[in-house]
């Protein structure tokens, strides 16, 4: 198996995830209100973005070639002055491919390690897997921290 890290890439090809403009790295964000435990992340990094309504969209891009993937990111609950419900759709090699929906609890705990989305009994060919934060009807979050493949 090999991992792509949302900051240092694929563990064989160095390929990069391809962020839309409105990420965020998320261990050099002291703004950012969602601060997970730099620690318990893979790789001691996240990216992460929220969208609304008003937002452009935001997507993340990865290339991989194998025949399963699985997504991973940190999932926050509670947190104060931040919107932290995460509703993220996934493309597949251009067709929709499901969907993650986590509506936080009142705890104030972040969860690590959360399989966004997975798929398996790929064809052994390239594949490009897009996620995208939906701000529909309320923002939306979303930390990507790594994937396998």
Known sequence: NRTIDDYYGDSATRALPVY???????????????????????????????????????????????????????????????????NVTFELDGA??????????????????VTLYRATALANTPHTLVMTPQGTAQASYLAFDWAQY
């Open 96 to 113: 929709p491919a499901g969907a993650y929906t986590h509506v936080p609890s009142t705890a104030a705990d972040y969860m690590y390690n």
């Open 20 to 86: 839309s403009d409105g990420w965020n790295y998320g261990p050099a964000c002291p703004g950012c209100f969602v601060q997970p435990d730099v620690k318990m992340t893979f790789d001691q990094s996240w990216h992460d973005t929220t969208v609304s309504v008003y937002s452009a969209p935001e997507n993340i891009s990865l290339s991989f070639t194998g025949t399963a993937v699985w997504v991973y990111g940190v999932v926050p609950n509670y947190v104060r002055a931040a919107n932290t419900l995460v």
